[in-house]
């Protein structure tokens, strides 16, 4: 089966540096997806990891630990609009049919 | 424009009435799947098909049909609605030959009374 913990709410000041960990248990490993997700609203993707190592794109970032099933996400100059859920998901042994997401990290950025 | 579309985006039913949630991509997707997302459990999957006529259960299918009769076309079945299908259902779909990236529905939020 698989297993994918996540903090359930953190809070973080406008303009700071915030780090949203996920750890997972998984029987195989296809990848990991970090979404986020505006309330009522789709989730939409932000990053993709399948080798080790950090993975940049604009203020966002993604790292990977497969051998200690271990990613995070790490948000720069955080802007009031990223006040969202950000949802970690494995994808295990069948691919894509297998995608399996964490509960979720509901971020609260304050002024 | 790429996407995915969702129908009813509301819909207030009643116990028993059979309904059904449509959902279409056009971006020639072999693999597309349905969510459903309640308050404290997160996103669950609810059947997937990895191409036309081949359908499978996710981690929670009771209660739910689909088909897969068309690339484009995944529509979800609630023959007898009960109240706890009362949910936020989304469609999603992906490229499997890609990263496997979901492009998600906007969403159908239902009730069932």
């Known amino acids: 089966g698989q297993n994918i913990d996540q903090p359930t709410e953190m809070t973080a000041t406008e303009g700071a540096i915030v780090q949203i960990n996920c750890t997972y248990q998984?029987?195989?490993?296809?990848?990991l997806f970090w979404y986020q997700q505006h309330a009522g609203e789709a989730p939409t993707f932000l990053s993709y990891?399948?080798?080790?190592g950090l993975e940049e794109k604009g203020r966002f970032s993604s790292f990977l630990s497969r051998s200690k099933g271990y990613s995070y996400l790490l948000l720069k100059e955080l802007q009031m609009k990223d006040s969202a859920s950000y949802l970690c998901a494995v994808s295990g042994n069948s691919g894509y049919s297998t995608l399996t997401f964490g509960k979720g990290t509901m971020l609260l950025v304050s002024p | 424009e790429a996407q995915v579309t969702q129908n009813p985006r509301y819909l207030i039913t009643v116990t028993g009435k059979k309904l059904t949630v449509t959902c279409s991509q056009n971006?020639?997707?072999?693999?597309m799947s349905w969510y459903r997302q309640d308050p404290g459990l997160g996103l669950r999957q609810i059947y997937y098909s990895m191409n036309v006529e081949v359908t499978d259960k996710g981690d929670v299918p009771e209660g739910y049909k689909v088909s897969r009769k068309e690339k484009r076309n995944f529509p979800l079945i609630l023959e007898s609605p009960s109240p706890n299908q009362t949910s936020l259902y989304f469609c999603a779909s992906s490229d499997p030959s890609n990263t496997g990236e979901l492009f998600f529905g906007e969403g159908s939020r239902l009730t069932v009374l």
């Open positions: 998984t029987s195989g490993f296809n990848g």
């Open positions: 971006m020639n997707h072999e693999y």
């Open positions: 990891n399948v080798l080790d």
